[in-house]
Nanobody
Framework: QVQLVESGGGLVQAGGSLRLSCVAS????????MGWYRQAPGKQRELVAT???????NYADSVKGRFTISRDNAKNTVYLQMNSLKPEDTAVYFC?????????????WGQGTQVTVSS
């Protein structure tokens, strides 16, 4: 069973930066895909970014050029570097993982971390 724990959320002013981290544990050696999603109040959960081992990254149009997803296999951690933050980026951000090479339908999820961007 894979466990995912996110951290790094908080309150930041518009134009600022945050880096989210997601540490994976439990059966992690076969994890092929990881991703970040977010859910704002009253809205559906949406994909932010994905990364597949040995493959390319993928981003939502709304964050392209501002967010960067990366993975450190030695630390079992995936990161989301968020720059030039906007108030509309305010949401709970969730980490996801899967043993399959996918960009959606992840099997494992973290509990989420709140990101609030003030104007």
């Amino acid at each position: 069973q894979v466990q995912l724990v996110e951290s790094g959320g908080g309150l930041v002013q518009a134009g600022g930066s945050l880096r989210l981290s997601c540490v994976a544990s439990g059966g992690i050696f076969s994890i092929a895909s990881m991703g970040w999603y977010r859910q704002a109040p009253g809205k559906q959960r949406e994909l932010v970014a994905t990364i597949i081992t040995g493959s390319s990254t993928n981003y939502a149009d709304s964050v392209k050029g501002r967010f960067t997803i990366s993975r450190d296999n030695a630390k079992n951690t995936v990161y989301l570097q968020m720059n030039s933050l906007k108030p509309e980026d305010t949401a709970v951000y969730f980490c996801a993982a899967d043993f399959r090479r996918v960009t959606g339908g992840y099997a494992y999820w973290g509990q989420g971390t709140q990101v609030t961007v003030s104007s």
